[in-house]
DNA sequence: TTGACATATTACTGATTAGTTATATCGTTA
DNA sequence: TAACGATATAACTAATCAGTAATATGTCAA
């Protein structure tokens, strides 16, 4: 009985504060749209613009706040500014929530059939 | 040029509309607090209300979202009800962003001393 | 049934924020 | 310098949501 499995991380609430707050920023649409978008390779902002969809203005802020939390980079060149993935946790996390959702459908299949 | 890593998952919109809200569920603090203490093991909703310091109808509040999200089962046991963690990807997620969160942390250090 | 306790729900309030519009800033070229 | 195109920012609005207080629901015991 009471068989662990491996990490169990305990976060200080000062992690937990923090932690929280990279999931909140990865809880806009808008925003997992450009880090998807930004999977393909580097993007300027107009570039990003027409991807997406959004308005120029709603792109910049989104960027802010993604470059805010460290998840992606920017450089300029000339007059564009390019964005690129900072940090691979984007695509783990994804992943991880992708294999979840699909367990939940395969679960919600199962309890329609019975 | 262009090395690719492994998986560069591209979600169809309807899976990102439901990532983000997987993020959003864990954006807030005191639900992260409820699914750390959770790690434990199995905890009543007055016993999550001590460890927490929360109110007991925002703790109730909170336990609901998380069911709805699929991350906490529940089982009534007489006049209380037991909740406990229903999926791993909690664990999974916040190792991947515990470590995020140390690799950010190196960087403003040697962001400091240049 | 009634009373006591555990949990859930409702109605409300204040705070946060995505998106828009308008404007400001920055870099380039003439 | 001035004019332009690309990006960033400011002010605003509407919608969302955490927390609270009060109440409802549910379970057991007497």
Redesign the pocket.
């Known amino acids: 009985m009471s068989v662990k499995k491996k990490s169990n991380k305990k976060l200080s609430e000062p992690q937990l504060q923090r932690a929280s707050?990279l999931f909140?920023?990865l809880?806009?649409?808008?925003?997992l749209r450009l880090l998807q978008a930004l999977q393909e390779g580097s993007l300027?902002?107009?570039?990003?613009?027409e991807v997406t969809g959004?308005?120029?203005?709603?792109?910049?802020?989104?960027?802010?706040?993604l470059?805010g939390a460290r998840l992606v980079k920017?450089s300029?060149?000339?007059?564009?500014?390019?964005?690129e993935l900072a940090d691979s946790v984007v695509d783990q996390l994804c992943g991880l929530v992708c294999a979840k959702m699909e367990r939940d459908l395969a679960e919600e299949a199962r309890a329609l059939n019975g």
């Open positions: 707050m909140a920023t809880s806009e649409p808008s925003r300027s902002v107009g570039e990003l613009v959004l308005s120029q203005a709603n792109v910049s802020k989104h960027l802010t706040v470059h920017k300029r060149a000339g007059v564009f500014v390019n964005y």
